[in-house]
């Protein structure tokens, strides 16, 4: 597609429910990013797909937080338990193989816990 | 390990004047910096990076940083402010020494412009 695409915009879930995040990234960017942007917390490294590595899940703040990619495109974060503090916006990045290539963002989820 | 500090939350300037977003790193190796721009409710766009060469890089919408070793820093900067220029502003590190490595963001400066 012509950018990176996350689904949905936004997302009201109850605490202890389960959420999905989708993003679908730019056609041919190898490279995936998850990040969490809170307020005043600026952006936290979640997890990174690269090809067919195993994923860098190094930034998961915890085991209730897992994210797969499906055949080296469309990703899933998935957030099970939801918490109040897990409330914030999610953005989805992706870029081409690389050390010197910077990302292209999609617009984020915005996830709220109620 | 590889780390960005931008000291300032919020910069208020008056349009015409000029801009300056401060911006210092900390690395192993060699810098990839990077800056980005989130304006309300949007993703972040790429505004410049800096890999090598010149350490005065020019980018979108009239901004340009430059690189400076010696203090490690990567300051954004614009001649001239405009009211559009209102948005949130974020620097960001790779470590050429850590291989593929993810991006590491600063907390984001909030930028106003005043008429």
Known sequence: ?114 | AQSVAQPEDQVNVAEGNPLTVKCTYSVSGNPYLFWYVQYPNRGLQFLLKYITGDNLVKGSYGFEAEFNKSQTSFHLKKPSALVSDSALYFCAVRDTYSGNTPLVFGKGTRLSVIA
């Not at chain 1, 056609?27 to 969490?36: E, Q």
């Not at chain 1, 998935?78 to 897990?86: A, K, V």
């Not at chain 1, 990045?93 to 690389?98: E, I, K, T």
Request: hydrophobic share 25%; proline share 4%; with cysteine.
């Open chain 1, 1 to 114: 597609g012509a950018g990176v695409s996350q689904s949905p915009s936004n997302k009201v879930t109850e605490k202890g429910k389960d959420v999905e995040l989708r993003c679908d990234p730019i056609s041919g960017h190898t490279a995936l990013y998850w990040y969490r942007q809170s307020l005043g917390q600026g952006l936290e490294f979640l997890i990174y797909f690269q090809g067919n590595s195993a994923p860098d899940k190094s930034g998961l703040p915890s085991d209730r937080f897992s994210a797969e990619r499906t055949g080296g495109s469309v990703s899933t974060l998935t957030i099970q338990r939801t918490q109040q503090e897990d409330s914030a916006v999610y953005l989805c990045a992706s870029s081409l193989q690389g050390q010197n290539y910077g990302y292209t963002f999609g617009s984020g989820t915005r996830l709220t816990v109620v």
